[in-house]
């Protein structure tokens, strides 16, 4: 399975991490990550990783978001699920018009033209009227919609428990399989 990660600027960039390192750990899935310069600014504030550096450790192939000769920008480059998370508002609103001024939004683009799975994860609070109306668009013509709000439920203990109910989510979404986060039972 071909996995399209994007990760645009907006608070929230652990999730992408945590994303990231179960994909690659479950070592049965091509993944390729873009970034923007955004995203790679807020992940050395908030996580203090460089994020480049952590797709190189993770092996996991890195496009520019600029660099619109990548494989990914492509319609017949067949990729099976594209999420972007965490998705900025105004990713959200160029996702939403069609507006495909970046890597990030083109592999959106063409998940929607192609009728691939995308999933995105808003990341704003609180939401305007615009943004709740660009995430209904997106929403009613198949587009996942997961607003990284956690459940408390599974009692979590710690912040890793927080995010791990977030990227459990995104991933049964989009059709993933997995066993990150404690289920309701």
């Given at each position: 399975?071909?996995?399209?990660?994007?990760?645009?600027?907006?608070?929230?960039?652990?999730?992408?991490?945590?994303?990231?390192?179960?994909?690659?750990?479950?070592?049965?899935?091509?993944?390729?990550?873009?970034?923007?310069?955004?995203?790679?600014?807020?992940?050395?504030?908030?996580?203090?990783?460089?994020?480049?550096?952590?797709?190189?450790?993770?092996?996991?192939?890195?496009?520019?978001?600029?660099?619109?000769?990548?494989?990914?920008?492509?319609?017949?480059?067949?990729?099976?699920?594209?999420?972007?998370?965490?998705?900025?508002?105004?990713?959200?609103?160029?996702?939403?018009?069609?507006?495909?001024?970046?890597?990030?939004?083109?592999?959106?683009?063409?998940?929607?033209?192609?009728?691939?799975?995308?999933?995105?994860?808003?990341?704003?609070?609180?939401?305007?009227?615009?943004?709740?109306?660009?995430?209904?668009?997106?929403?009613?013509i198949g587009v996942n919609i997961v607003v990284p709000a956690p459940a408390f439920y599974g009692e979590p203990k710690?912040?890793?428990?927080?995010?791990?109910?977030?990227?459990?989510?995104?991933?049964?979404?989009?059709?993933?399989?997995?066993?990150?986060?404690?289920?309701?039972?």
């Amino acid at each position: 399975m071909k996995i399209v990660v994007g990760i645009s600027g907006a608070s929230g960039i652990i999730y992408a991490k945590r994303l990231l390192e179960y994909l690659n750990y479950a070592n049965k899935y091509k993944i390729y990550a873009v970034a923007s310069k955004e995203a790679v600014s807020i992940a050395k504030k908030e996580i203090s990783i460089d994020l480049i550096d952590f797709f190189k450790s993770l092996n996991i192939e890195y496009f520019d978001n600029d660099n619109f000769y990548s494989p990914i920008a492509s319609g017949s480059f067949l990729v099976d699920k594209t999420i972007i998370i965490p998705c900025s508002v105004k990713t959200l609103s160029s996702i939403t018009c069609g507006f495909s001024y970046n890597l990030i939004t083109r592999a959106c683009d063409i998940a929607i033209k192609e009728r691939r799975t995308l999933t995105i994860c808003p990341r704003e609070m609180p939401f305007s009227p615009i943004h709740l109306e660009n995430m209904l668009r997106l929403a009613q013509i198949g587009v996942n919609i997961v607003v990284p709000a956690p459940a408390f439920y599974g009692e979590p203990k710690t912040i890793d428990d927080l995010v791990n109910f977030v990227v459990g989510k995104v991933l049964d979404v989009s059709g993933i399989e997995n066993n990150i986060y404690k289920r309701w039972k």
